[in-house]
């Protein structure tokens, strides 16, 4: 019965800003690291940002001082702020969640996530 499910993509220009959510279905949502990728035509699935379970972050360096993961464990929800967007930025962005978020927790590898959303569009324009 685990479900990841975002919402907030959409079109924006560059400069604008966006805010994505993630609403997940999952046991121990708190103690989990949770993340945000995205994946661009033709190229891989990278790692954005990510979160553990005391609030630890990380960041991809391209995004650093201009996205903002966080969380709220009352409502088992996953967000991530993001300003300043640039042409780069567009990307299907997907949310993932693992099983461990405690110290040591990878967040920005993919073998930390098992369990993923079915991603939403974020378009950036000129």
């Known amino acids: 019965q685990v479900q990841l499910v975002e919402s907030g993509g959409g079109s924006v220009q560059a400069g604008g800003s966006m805010m994505l959510s993630c609403s997940v279905s999952i046991n121990s949502f708190d103690r989990r690291c949770l993340g945000w990728f995205r994946q661009a035509p033709g190229k891989e699935r990278e790692s954005v940002a990510g979160?553990?379970?005391?609030?630890?972050?990380a960041y991809k360096d391209s995004v650093k001082g201009r996205f903002t993961i966080s969380k709220d464990n009352a409502k088992n929800t996953l967000y991530l702020q993001m300003n300043s967007l640039t042409l780069e930025d567009t990307a299907m962005y997907y949310c993932a969640a693992g099983p461990w978020g405690g110290a040591g927790a990878r967040l920005l590898e993919e073998r930390s996530y098992n369990e993923w959303g079915q991603g939403t569009q974020v378009t950036v324009s000129s």
């Open positions: 979160i553990g379970r005391d609030g630890r972050t």
